[in-house]
């Protein structure tokens, strides 16, 4: 009894001093201090250990298409330029402001390719709480979110001048910006033919 008193004790004692930290304030929740020591590995190494578990989850349940098929890379590369190059770049696009300034750093993608096809597709789809990644499973087919996971592994196999060409291909632009890495120049404005009197 004396035991188990006291392990109520211990656990009273937590849950008060958790509470106290949570309404004391002092946990610095700005996007502009990035976390470190513990409370960042407690943050990397929950995220890792959920990723994994959701995978293993679903593998096995979900049929991969083959990511190599054009069509699909293609498909993937509309969805992945109008809505991923801000945080994420691409070869040859900066991250945007936005993805410069979200707490985590939006990570590099040119070594996705590594990674199981299912981890991609499954953060893709659900995103990650508290790291500004969306979920497009809420907007997007499975079809979709399979054709962005193709883009992705091919993306980190191309060039700055072949992802271009591929923008290009599929009809959209690149803005002057993301295409020479400068920023945009204000354009001048061609004068007007004087009018006859």
């Not at 929950?46 to 991969?64: E, F, L």
């Not at 592994?153 to 923008?167: D, F, S």
């Amino acid at each position: 009894m004396k035991t188990f008193l006291t392990a109520l004790a211990v656990v009273a004692i937590l849950v008060l001093a958790g509470l106290a930290f949570m309404f004391s304030g002092v946990y610095d929740v700005s996007a502009s201090t990035p976390d470190r020591g513990l409370i960042r590995w407690a943050l990397v190494t929950t995220q890792g250990h959920s990723v994994r578990r959701a995978v293993d989850g679903i593998k096995g349940k979900v049929a991969v298409p083959n990511l190599e098929d054009a069509k699909l890379i293609r498909t993937g590369l509309v969805h992945y330029n109008e809505m991923c190059t801000p945080c994420h770049g691409a070869p040859g696009v900066k991250i945007s402001e936005i993805g410069q300034g979200l707490n985590p750093d939006p990570p590099e993608l040119s070594d996705v390719g590594h990674d199981a096809p299912e981890e991609t597709f499954w953060v893709i789809k659900n995103g990650i709480k508290m790291t500004g990644m969306p979920s497009f499973g809420v907007t997007h087919t499975d079809d979709e979110v399979w054709a962005i996971v193709a883009f992705v592994r091919k993306m980190g196999r191309l060039t700055p001048e072949q992802y271009q060409a591929m923008v290009q291909q599929a009809g959209m632009k690149m803005p002057e910006s993301e295409e020479h890495g400068e920023e945009p120049r204000a354009q001048p404005v061609p004068a007007k033919p004087a009018t006859p009197q």
